[in-house]
C-alpha cells in the first residue's frame, strides 16, 4: 500500500499543481499583459519566481504542459528586461496573438516588438 504523501496542500492543491496551472496561463499574452499593468513584473521577486518556473523546461516537467510551445517561449521572453517592459503595450499584445500566440515569435523580444536585433 502506498503512503500518503506529506507534501502540504494550499487550498487542496499541491505547490506543483499551483505552479503549473500558474505557468500555462502565461501562454495567454493578454494574462501577462494583465501582469504587467499591474507591476507584478517590475518587482524583482516575482521576476525571481518566474526565472525559479523556468524548471518546466526539463523535459521531465515539459510532458505536464498542455501548451508546452507558447508557455515556454513565454518564459523565455519574461527573463529579458525589454519585453517584461514592452508588453505593457496593447500593440505588442496584438503582435503576439496575430502572430500565432507567442510560440511562433522569433528569438529575441526586440524581434516581438519590431526593434532591431
Known amino acids: 500500500m502506498t503512503e500518503p504523501s506529506t507534501e502540504p496542500l494550499y487550498g487542496g492543491y499541491t505547490r506543483f499543481e499551483l505552479e503549473l496551472e500558474f505557468v500555462q496561463c502565461l501562454a495567454n499574452p493578454w494574462y501577462i499583459n494583465h501582469l504587467a499593468t499591474q507591476k507584478l513584473l517590475q518587482n524583482p521577486s516575482f521576476v525571481a519566481y518566474l526565472k525559479y518556473l523556468q524548471y518546466f523546461s526539463k523535459p521531465e516537467y515539459t510532458r505536464y504542459l498542455m501548451y508546452p510551445g507558447p508557455t515556454l517561449k513565454a518564459l523565455q521572453l519574461l527573463q529579458q528586461e525589454q519585453f517584461r517592459k514592452d508588453i505593457l503595450s496593447p500593440e505588442t499584445v ?24
Request: hydrophobic share 40%; aromatic share 0%.
Open 94 to 117: 496584438g503582435r503576439l496573438v496575430e502572430g500565432g500566440v507567442v510560440a511562433t515569435l522569433g528569438d529575441s523580444a526586440t524581434t516581438v516588438v519590431g526593434g532591431a536585433p
